[in-house]
């Protein structure tokens, strides 16, 4: 049996169409009791947290020259700051829900300039917003690096 899944877990190229409907902006994959060679690698209790309306999912590209030697594909990530904050509102209020209350960001915005620069740049404005109501915590974001 052959199943349509990603190399990330995420939906398939073939259900996105399925799944926009259902409005789904965010999933969530929590990662903990695992093997590890780390250190206490088995105390790790991660949830990450995906996009999944907007960026990579927007639908936005296309291919011209299909079959001839100068075929192009395009790809192009879409982020809105409405879609940007509402998953960082998202997250911040899961981690404030967690026994540790740590929320990391992590982004790629020493290489993709504009979109993650985005992400990183929302995350401490609802970082300090939100830091108040969250308790003890860390947050941190990891970017340009």
Not at 30 to 39: I, M, N, Q
Not at 56 to 61: I, K, Q
Not at 83 to 91: P, S
Request: proline share 6%; hydrophobic share 30%.
């Amino acid at each position: 049996m052959c199943q349509n899944t990603s190399s990330s877990g995420g939906p398939a190229p073939a259900d996105l169409p399925r799944l926009r409907p259902i409005r789904q902006r965010a999933s969530g994959s929590r990662v903990a009791g695992r093997e590890s060679p780390l250190h206490n690698g088995h105390e790790i209790d991660w949830v990450v947290i995906r996009e999944n309306s907007e960026g990579e999912y927007s639908g936005n590209g296309g291919r011209v020259h299909r079959g001839l030697p100068e075929e192009v594909a395009t790809e192009v990530s879409v982020f809105t700051r409405a879609g940007v904050e509402r998953i960082h509102r998202f997250a911040f209020e899961l981690a404030r829900a967690r026994p540790r209350k740590h929320l990391t960001m992590v982004t790629k915005s020493n290489a993709q300039r504009h979109g993650m620069v985005l992400w990183d740049e929302i995350f401490y404005e609802v970082a300090k917003a939100s830091a108040p109501r969250a308790g003890q915590g860390a947050y941190r974001g990891r970017g340009r690096g």
